[in-house]
């Protein structure tokens, strides 16, 4: 059974950064497609990132191109959202995903294991 701990999250200002952390365990993840997905209060969970298995393909939501950056640490068996130019809009609990095996695609409703999340605030 593969397990999935977010970490990183907190309270930062507008312009600031952070970088989550997804750290697995059970199961290598080079062979998942992970993908990083945030729900803030009242709205849909929205897919914000996804980095396809054994490979370096990935994928942005349109409004953190440019700002986020997802990577992998296959010694760390991690795989990271690296954040910058914060906005108060990325206010969310930030939740990473496993797809898999050999997934190359992170699909909102078709993940297979889920982490419980870490929150991001960002002050305005």
């Known amino acids: 059974q593969l397990q999935l701990v977010e970490s990183g999250g907190g309270l930062v200002q507008s312009g600031g950064s952070l970088r989550l952390s997804c750290a697995a365990s059970?199961?290598?993840?080079?062979?998942?497609?992970i993908g990083w997905f945030r729900q803030a209060p009242g709205k849909e969970r929205e897919g914000v990132s996804c980095?396809?298995?054994?490979?370096?393909?990935?994928n942005y939501l349109d409004s953190v191109k440019g700002r986020f950056t997802i990577s992998r640490d296959n010694a760390k068996n991690t795989v990271y959202l690296q954040m910058n130019g914060l906005k108060p809009e990325d206010t969310a609990v930030y939740y990473c995903?496993?797809?898999?095996?050999?997934?190359?695609?992170?699909?909102?409703?078709?993940?297979?294991?889920w982490g419980r999340g870490t929150l991001v605030t960002v002050s305005s």
């Open positions: 059970g199961y290598t993840l080079d062979y998942f497609a």
């Open positions: 995903a496993a797809r898999g095996l050999y997934a190359s695609t992170c699909p909102n409703s078709g993940m297979d294991y």
């Open positions: 980095i396809a298995s054994s490979s370096s393909s990935t």
